[in-house]
């Protein structure tokens, strides 16, 4: 109980911090909607929507997550308040926990944002249950992953530059997954066949999540 | 191998501590024992090791060789443990910009647990007076305030041992003789006190202990009362000038 009081406390601090600044939402935001809009000039009409859209939508959240979490530990060093985490008795797990999950619902603001002006463009219909689902594993495995890499990354001098050489690379089978899955979505496809896609994201998701909390320590370090 | 059970009267306790940054080494075999209640104050030219050692006090950094303990608790296994028993000032005031004093405290007192929180939320502000600007954003804040909420935010728990890295950085007069006065209220309090500053005359009428750091090491070891602050300066040229350190 003492665990989730404080992981809630750290989540709260940030989207009350998010909501008051309004530094990552907006501008990845537009960010995000700006790619949209790029693509679709690029392929217009030009092309079966269905096959590309999964790309181009994953494609879209994977730059709006990198630059997501970019934020994430920079905003707390800039204030120079990761020193102050550090010496609280708050466990790393706590303090990564708290951390996965303020970036967990700043992504899934931006995407809850973009997949209307998504499919108002494309006009496609990705307002499902199937794409809903997707989205939240395949998002869950990004910020599980890119929570660790940002803290990571944090430590570094090009801190912006090292989170997507380290991050993206690791995270492939999620976009993968993703894309796949939507793919199947899209074209009309049941639970049922897209059931391997989504069981792999959601192991990823379990890996993910491991491999973090066994690391996390080690990780933020110096 | 130290143990808890032969702790006594010690709040801190450090054997043969070393700590290299690559191959740089910032901190040379430091031995340092400080009594419950005792005000050490620790003296020394820029790169002495003097912030790397609060750092690994504070469990913020580990050691790289050596033992330390905190109240009996080594703070390679019992760090959480141990961070309850701290409160830290450093040059940074741990303050979220964005959020108001109280907002800050709030959550640093849910991380302690806390107990009454909003009673000793407005314990610590009267403490450090800032009661009247304490739902203001800190951004709105000059550097004293955020100094002073700061000792606010370290008091919140009631921690036995406050670790102070140089906190009167940027701070102007005011400010600063605020900070020593809730500093020598803590010492009168007998809550363990170490800090490193620069102010020889200030750290002086502080300490009940003081040592010099330089290069990594302890090269002055005295009773507070023992030197004057003539005594003091003298001293601190005499071995800083000795290991090759700018004054």
Redesign the interface.
Known sequence: M?FW??VF??T??DV??EF??REIITSVLVFTILVIIIFNFAFGERVEMVAVAPGMLWVTFTFAGVLSLNRSFILEKE???F?????????RDVIYTGKMLASLVFLLVIEAIALPVFAFLFNLTVLTPEITAITLLATIGFVACGTLFSALATNTKARELVLPILFLPVVVPVIIGAVNASELALSGKSWGDMTGWLGILAAFDVVFLTVAYLVFDYVI?? | MISRDDVGDKAIEVRKLTRTFDDFPALRGIDLEVARGESLVIFGPNGAGKTTLIRVL?????PSSGTVLIDGLNIKEHA??A??L?G?V??????????SAY?NLE??G????VPDLKTRIGEVTTLVGMTARLHD?VSTFSRGMQQRFAIA?ALLHRPQIMLLDEPETGLDQQAVALLWEVLRGEAAARRTVVMTTHNLERGLDLASRLLIMSRGKIVFEGGGKSLDLAGLKQAYQDVTAEAGCPQ
Request: hydrophobic share 35%.
């Open positions: 003492t009081r404080k406390a750290i709260w601090k009350l911090s008051r600044a204030d120079g308040c020193e102050g985490l550090l010496v609280s008795p708050a466990s370090e110096e | 504070s469990t913020i950094i580990r959480e443990k961070r309850r701290i830290v450093s040059h940074h005031p741990f303050l979220y910009a964005n959020l907002e959550f640093y849910r991380l302690y647990d954003r935010r």
